[in-house]
């Protein structure tokens, strides 16, 4: 418990300094490289501090010339702070609709390639998909969780169709993350924080013409998400 709120009040404190300075000077240089640096290691300390231990499995076998569409399965609050900063290099996320109603924060969002989300809206989340592609287009990897919401009990809940139209129409690698041990760390409907240890599993990437169609190459990524849980959370 201690731990935990070590690292709330972490986050409490650090984020309001980080936007004084990282927001003026994103805006000023017209880049977010800095502000997505400073980003990640906020992420990545409060992590340390609420005493969670993470193991990263197969993220050194990919090759980093190319983009990639990193899709995980979605258990926690805690799986993009856990999940994001380990990743090798800057990501776009789908972000829900609602945060780009926050002036500052959305067009720091905007600079940054985040692509708004209305998962109520088929319109508008078609419209969401096809601007994702336009940034995959552009280099920047993207991170998709494909099941939507988060699981409540760890198991793995039906999976979007959106992130894989995007695959399938922008050509780019699908690289399935396998996320162990978030639900025990931060439980869904509990804002308390348990040490553990939690485990990202990078398996290899799955291109998406192989695949004859879409529901085709979301049983591969499944599948491979799959693998590694848990037999009684598959």
Not at 123 to 128: F, K, L, N
Not at 161 to 187: C, E, N, Q
């Amino acid at each position: 418990m201690i731990r935990a709120l070590v690292a709330v009040t972490f986050y409490a404190v650090m984020i309001p300094i980080a936007a004084l300075i990282a927001f003026p000077w994103a805006f000023l240089s017209g880049s977010v490289d800095f502000l997505y640096r400073v980003a990640m290691w906020i992420a990545r300390t409060g992590v340390r501090l609420a005493g969670v231990r993470i193991d990263v499995i197969g993220l050194d076998t990919l090759n980093l010339d190319r983009n990639y569409i990193f899709m995980a399965n979605h258990v926690s609050n805690a799986d993009p702070p856990i999940l994001i900063p380990s990743l090798p290099r800057r990501t776009s996320v789908l972000v829900k609709r609602e945060l780009f109603k926050i002036p500052v924060l959305a067009q720091a969002m905007r600079m940054a390639s985040l692509v708004p989300i209305d998962r109520h809206n088929k319109d508008a989340a078609i419209a969401s998909v096809r601007r994702a592609a336009d940034v995959l287009a552009t280099g920047l990897d993207m991170t998709v969780f494909p099941e939507g919401t988060r699981s409540p009990d760890g198991r793995l809940l039906p999976f979007k169709k959106g992130p894989f139209y995007m695959a399938m129409d922008s050509g780019v690698p699908i690289v399935p993350v396998t996320i162990v041990g978030t639900h025990r760390i931060l439980p869904k409907g509990t804002l308390r924080v348990f040490p553990g240890r939690a485990v990202l599993i990078f398996h290899p990437p799955i291109d998406p013409h192989d695949y004859p169609d879409r529901d085709a190459l979301i049983g591969a990524v499944r599948d491979a998400i799959a693998a590694s849980l848990p037999p009684e959370l598959q």
